[in-house]
Structures are given as structure tokens and as C-alpha cells.
């Protein structure tokens, strides 16, 4: 009920959507087409690549977190997702469970884009020209007029 009056808003204002769906992946999915959502990603998106074919199928995003070193879930998916439905992001703050545990920091951000451009085999300039590009579409950031 409470995802639903958040999807309702969204639509209405013509919000993009931000969704956690660990666990509930294809209801997330659901509930969001059936809403009329243009724009959601689907934060540190794990679950079924069945359900990841609907979600890139549908237009919206999936992003990765800096798990993408250590997690083979993560990893399987992002390498089935095509770049420009990729943002990046640290999931700060929580504590990574990678050879050298940490606690993730906004600056991480940068670890998540040299393991997505190691995955992707593209350089790191690459990678953060298009998930910038991804990002500024998705939030509808325009470029500044100076």
C-alpha cells in the first residue's frame, strides 16, 4: 500500500523512482509497470535475470555498488546489463564484506566505477562518461549554461 502511494506520486509528478527490491524483485517490477513509471532504477539489483530482461525491456535502470568486486551475483548481472542502463553508486553507509572489509563512504563511488569498467572491459574514462550520461538522464540534469 505504501509502494503504491510512492509509485502514485511519482507518476503524478513525474518523479523518478529509486526502488530496494532484494527479495521482492518481481513484484518491485510489477507494481512499477503496472503504475505507468517512465524512470526507476533498481538499486543494487541481485535477484533473477529473468526478471532483469523485463527491467532492462521496460527502459529502466539497475545499479551496482562496490559489492560488484566480490559479489557473483552482482557481477552475473551486470554483465548481462547493457551500459546505458548502469549507474553507480556506494550504498553508503553500509559495511562491505570484500578481502578487506570497510565501510562504505559517497567517495567509493569511485571503486564502484573501476570494477564495473574492469567487468565491462572499458576503460575507466568510458565507464564514467556513460554512467555520468546515465545518471544526468535519469535525475533530467541539464547541462549548466556556463
Not at 71 to 86: C, G, M, Q, Y
Request: with cysteine.
Amino acid at each position: 500500500m505504501v509502494f503504491d502511494t510512492q509509485l502514485r506520486l511519482a507518476r503524478e509528478f513525474s518523479l523518478p523512482v529509486i526502488i530496494h527490491s532484494r527479495g521482492a524483485w518481481q513484484d518491485c517490477f510489477q507494481m512499477t509497470k503496472d503504475a505507468g513509471i517512465e524512470k526507476a532504477v533498481f538499486h543494487w539489483y541481485s535477484g533473477p535475470i529473468e526478471i532483469l530482461d523485463k527491467i532492462i525491456e521496460n527502459g529502466y535502470l539497475v545499479s551496482c555498488t562496490p559489492a560488484l568486486e566480490y559479489s557473483r551475483e552482482l557481477r552475473s548481472v551486470i554483465e548481462k546489463t547493457p551500459l546505458e542502463r548502469i549507474l553507480v553508486e556506494t550504498d553508503s553507509p553500509v559495511r562491505y564484506k570484500s578481502q578487506h572489509p570497510y565501510n562504505a563512504e559517497p567517495k567509493h563511488v569511485l571503486k564502484t566505477l573501476f570494477c564495473l569498467a574492469k567487468l565491462k572491459n572499458i576503460s575507466i574514462i568510458n565507464a564514467e562518461e556513460i554512467t555520468t550520461s546515465n545518471a544526468k538522464r535519469f535525475f533530467n540534469i541539464k547541462k549548466s549554461s556556463s
